[in-house]
């Protein structure tokens, strides 16, 4: 049987736990160090998908402004070029950098 309009609701969003950063995390409590990490890929993930609509917005926008796209874009632009800065999927590992010499 198909969903009618009427008869569609639209899916509740599903409540996680609070959990502490995994900096704040005792190492020896394994269930609540992989809670934290679930956490902090769980964030990160919902950062990059975010950069990722705006990716969406930003092709939509070119599309319906033709020529004119320059002007008329440049704010989702901006958004998305500090999303492809800023929102990264990085995990629960932080990876330190090497200094230079």
């Known amino acids: ?3 009618t309009a009427d ?11 609070d959990v502490a950063p995994l900096s704040e995390v005792d190492p020896n409590d394994k269930a ?3 809670r934290s990490r679930a956490l902090a890929v769980r964030e990160s993930w919902i950062s990059a998908m975010e950069g990722r609509i ?6 939509k926008c070119y599309n319906a402004e033709g020529v004119n796209h320059y002007q008329n874009c440049r704010h989702l632009v901006e ?18 950098k090497p200094e230079s010499a």
Do not use: D
Not at 54 to 59: M, N, W
Not at 80 to 86: D, M, V, W
């Open 1 to 3: 049987m198909a969903a």
């Open 7 to 17: 008869s569609w609701e639209y899916p509740t969003q599903r409540k996680f736990e």
């Open 32 to 34: 609540a160090v992989l």
């Open 54 to 59: 705006i990716q969406q917005e930003l092709k």
């Open 79 to 96: 958004l998305y070029l500090t999303a492809l800065k800023e929102k990264r999927v990085e995990g629960w590992r932080k990876v330190s």
